[in-house]
Nanobody, 114 residues
Framework: QVQLVESGGGLVQPGGSLRLSCAASRNIFNNNNMGWYRQAPGNQRELVAVISSGGGTNYADAVKGRFTISRDNAKSTVYLQMNSLKPGDTAVYYC????????WGQGTQVTVSS
């Protein structure tokens, strides 16, 4: 059974920071690239950041220099450190394998507003 459990979202002012966590089951985490995705109201779900099984990273242009993805293989967990948050970052954030699988967690809401 595949499990993806995201946490760490919340309401933050512009310029603030949040750290998201995603606890994944071993059958989707081990030896796979993992990604963070987000979906804002009325928009399609988009890829935000990817980390390879070896630790290499890649980011969408919109978040480059502000977000950092990392993984703890012992804990089967992926993280997303988000700094200098903007209102445009407001969305529900999800983790999944990259390329994405058919399995999704419940996501975690991030709202950036003053």
């Amino acid at each position: 059974q595949v499990q993806l459990v995201e946490s760490g979202g919340g309401l933050v002012q512009p310029g603030g920071s949040l750290r998201l966590s995603c606890a994944a089951s071993r059958n989707i985490f081990n030896n796979n690239n993992m990604g963070w995705y987000r979906q804002a109201p009325g928009n399609q779900r988009e890829l935000v950041a990817v980390i390879s099984s070896g630790g290499g990273t890649n980011y969408a242009d919109a978040v480059k220099g502000r977000f950092t993805i990392s993984r703890d293989n012992a804990k089967s967990t992926v993280y997303l450190q988000m700094n200098s948050l903007k209102p445009g970052d407001t969305a529900v954030y999800y983790c999944n394998r990259y390329p994405r699988s058919a399995y999704w967690g419940q996501g975690t809401q991030v709202t950036v507003s003053s």
